[in-house]
């Protein structure tokens, strides 16, 4: 792995793992890989849950080493964070939102992956939001 295509794949996978086994085995995975990585759930109101969906990312990410405190790196992880929710603005505008955020980062490269179900009741839509950065 040496670049933004391999961590986005890698953010990807970890945002659909379907069990949180599953979640913490592909970490693991992914750390013998170099890869260092965090995953997180969210869900609620759309515009409501921008806020709280971008500190969640950062707060996995801290979480999990996957960043340190300084204000870029804390900076890449919500403009990634941020640039995934904004993908499905016209999905989700409106609706109820929830499901899994992945972060992976691979040396400078960070992406944040997002798998969305959009909706209401049982009447879901789906969608993956990707953002990356350079620290």
Known sequence: MNGS???MAAAIKLA???S???????IKQLKSEG?????????GEYISSIGKIIERSIIAA??????GVAHNEEGAVAGAAHEAIAQIDNKALGLNIGGKIGIARL??????AMYFGVGLVHLNEIAIGIG????
């Not at 890869?35 to 869900?43: D, E, F, I, K, S």
């Not at 801290?62 to 960043?67: F, K, L, P, Q, S």
């Not at 040396?107 to 944040?112: F, R, S």
Request: proline content about 0%; overall charge negative.
């Open 16 to 18: 659909v793992t379907g």
């Open 107 to 112: 040396d400078e490269h960070i992406c944040v």
């Open 20 to 26: 949180i086994e599953e979640e913490k085995a592909l």
């Open 62 to 67: 801290h979480r999990e080493g996957v960043i």
């Open 5 to 7: 295509k391999e961590v």
């Open 132 to 135: 990356h950065r350079v620290i």
């Open 35 to 43: 890869v260092l990585a965090a995953a997180v759930n969210y869900g």
